[in-house]
């Protein structure tokens, strides 16, 4: 057994602060009053009298929608993302079929466009649709971005299957099918929540297609209703990175329940049998 050396926990104290100092100066900037925010002693401890900024950020602006538009557009990214890239990575995994390298090269080919390329083609394919103003749009311009990735980490894992076990399923009279969603999933299940997390957080800070698919202000994410406090003459600065750091928390919790499910997950695909 290894042993517990000081200056591993020094390090990993030192790793924890760096991490999680912007988040604590974001904090203590949301409760600085504006006269002392550009002062020459700058404020390091929190005014927990000025906590009333939350309140108002929560009260007098759009942002609870904001978050609840946010959730359900991120949500929905990653529910539509597993389940679209899960027979494909099985495909890629286990199936060989002519055109097998192409689609493979094509997965990643996709990942090449950046989103401001697609923008007014998509644009006018959802303004056909009439799926410009919902959050269905967003969900699924988001899944074809996210897609390609969680398929080829779901193929790595999906390869680390030994197929002895599927030979087992298949000999039982499950169908090609029942195997997938019956012995492979639950086996990849580790994968299945790093590929989760990736999906969740690119619909969550997702901000280029909300802002241009979404002119209903009820509809806005919460990325884009970040950046409408920031005025062309004044920025209330504290309010902010109030707003910010509310954003941010939802996203921090929902990654700290899985990240041990993350870090199995990222592995998984490594070492073969």
């Known amino acids: 057994m290894a042993r517990f050396h000081p200056f ?25 009053p504006s006269g002392r925010l550009f002062s020459a002693s700058p404020q390091v401890l929190p005014d927990f009298s000025q906590l009333s900024v939350y309140l108002d950020a929560l009260t007098g602006t759009s942002l609870r929608q ?22 494909p990575a099985y495909a890629l995994s286990r199936l060989k079929f002519p055109g097998m390298l192409l689609f493979g090269f094509t997965l990643f080919l996709t990942q090449m466009l950046p989103e401001a390329m697609l923008v007014v ?8 649709a009439g799926l410009l ?47 997938v969603l019956a012995v492979v999933v639950p086996l990849i299940a580790p994968t299945l929540a790093a590929a989760a997390v990736i999906a969740f957080f690119h619909g969550w800070n997702e901000y280029v297609f909300a802002q241009t698919f979404i002119s209903d202000d009820r509809l806005r994410t919460a990325s884009v209703g970040l950046a409408s406090f920031v005025g062309e003459l004044s920025t209330p600065v504290h309010t902010v990175m109030a707003v910010g750091f509310i954003y941010t928390l939802p996203a921090v919790v929902f990654y700290l329940f899985v990240q041990r499910y993350v870090v199995a997950g990222m592995t998984a695909g490594g070492v073969k049998g």
């Open 8 to 32: 591993h926990a020094a390090a990993v104290l030192a790793l924890l602060g760096v991490a999680a100092f912007p988040l604590y100066w974001m904090f203590v900037t949301s409760l600085t």
């Open 66 to 87: 904001w978050l609840l538009n946010s959730i359900v557009v991120a949500v929905g990214t990653t529910v539509l993302s597993i389940l679209l890239a899960v027979l």
């Open 121 to 128: 083609p998509l644009y006018d394919i959802f303004a056909k």
């Open 133 to 179: 103003n919902t959050l269905l749009g967003l969900i699924l311009a988001n899944a074809a971005f996210t897609v390609p990735v969680v398929t080829w980490i779901l193929k790595g894992a999906i390869d680390a299957v030994p197929a002895e076990i599927e030979e087992a399923a298949r000999m039982d009279g499950c169908s090609r099918l029942g195997i």
